[in-house]
């Protein structure tokens, strides 16, 4: 019996979701489809995209469309659509706008998928998730948040090049709430295996800290124009590989948590195994008290989108 080429949706033919097909499809996940109501966007990206398989040796198909019959049978599904932030904007100024696209976007994939995972990328991300869940029906394994996976990468490239290392040997993660309340763990990071805060001052720490906080910002701030899309990307298509792969890899993740940390009913950013059955397990991490604080602060700004979304 041949066994069937897996299939990654990617919705939104924007710049994360084209430059997310294009991480899928040079990884050989599978077969990708890009789905956006532009749909001569969707297929001139997608077009383009595939004729640049013979070059770089890939195997993958890809297409572009505006129907979601097109995306039957999808294995993994990353929601990027909405619109993007501008300079001054918070990622909560994006609520009532992006909800109802997400909503219209995840109905659209239930339909023809009712079996897969969808990795959430829209912002604000902790109630997009939200949305997508409530909307799809789906159980709390098959709906993910991503977040820090983007936000761990940030840091990671700043510790990296604070200390001149290779950024293959820092590890550093990220919990809590993908906004200016995020919660970094220096505590938890190392380079090499050697814990970070044996090998830089605090000061320096913190001020690293900061900046992954305000991550995003800085690039929206530079660009003017739009926001992140390579490493956002990027982020979607690790956890896709880990699921369709079944790594069993360990990422940081918005997950819909049932009591874990304390915290019921909210999509907050942990520790989370990812593997065929999408969010296998959640890791939780003993916390201490300035870290216990600062996740309860962002579970409570998460809480007020949710809130704030009336759903």
């Not at 004729?51 to 890809?62: I, L, Y």
């Not at 976007?105 to 995972?117: D, L, N, Q, V």
């Not at 910002?217 to 124009?225: R, Y």
Request: aromatic letters at 6%; glycine letters at 10%.
């Amino acid at each position: 019996m041949t066994q069937k080429r897996k299939k990654i949706t990617v919705v939104g033919a924007g710049f994360v979701g084209s430059t997310a097909a294009h991480w899928a499809a040079a990884k050989e996940l599978g077969d990708v489809v890009l789905v956006d109501i532009n749909e001569g966007a969707a297929k001139g990206k997608a077009l383009d995209l595939f004729e640049a398989s013979p070059v770089e040796q890939f195997d993958s198909r890809v297409i572009g469309t505006s129907n979601y019959e097109d995306t039957a049978n999808s294995d993994v599904a990353i929601i990027t659509a909405g619109i993007p932030r501008k300079p001054g904007m918070s990622r909560d100024d994006l609520l009532a706008t992006n909800s109802k696209i997400v909503k219209d976007c995840t109905e659209g994939i239930a339909k023809y998928s009712p079996h897969c995972t969808l990795i959430i990328v829209s912002n604000p991300l902790d109630a997009m998730a939200y949305v997508a869940k409530k909307v799809s029906g789906f159980p709390r394994n098959r709906v993910i948040g991503m977040a820090g996976v983007l936000d761990g990468a940030r840091f990671r490239s700043f510790i990296a090049e604070a200390l001149d290392v290779s950024v293959k040997d820092v590890q550093a993660f990220v919990l809590g709430g993908h906004g200016d309340t995020m919660v970094p763990m220096p505590r938890h990071c190392s380079v090499g295996g050697v814990p970070l805060t044996e090998i830089m001052p605090k000061e320096q720490l913190n001020k690293l800290v900061e900046r992954t906080r305000n991550g995003g910002a800085e690039i929206v701030n530079l660009l003017k124009t739009g926001s992140a899309y390579y490493a956002p990307s990027a982020s979607a298509v690790q956890m896709a590989e880990s699921i369709i792969k079944d790594q069993k890899r360990i990422l940081p993740c918005a997950v819909y948590l049932e009591g874990e940390y304390g915290v019921k009913g909210l999509f907050i950013g942990v520790l989370a195994k990812l593997g065929f059955d999408g969010m296998e397990k959640v890791i939780e991490v003993k916390l201490n008290d300035e870290e216990k604080a600062g996740l309860q602060k962002s579970i409570g700004a998460v809480q007020e989108l949710v809130t704030a979304l009336k759903l």
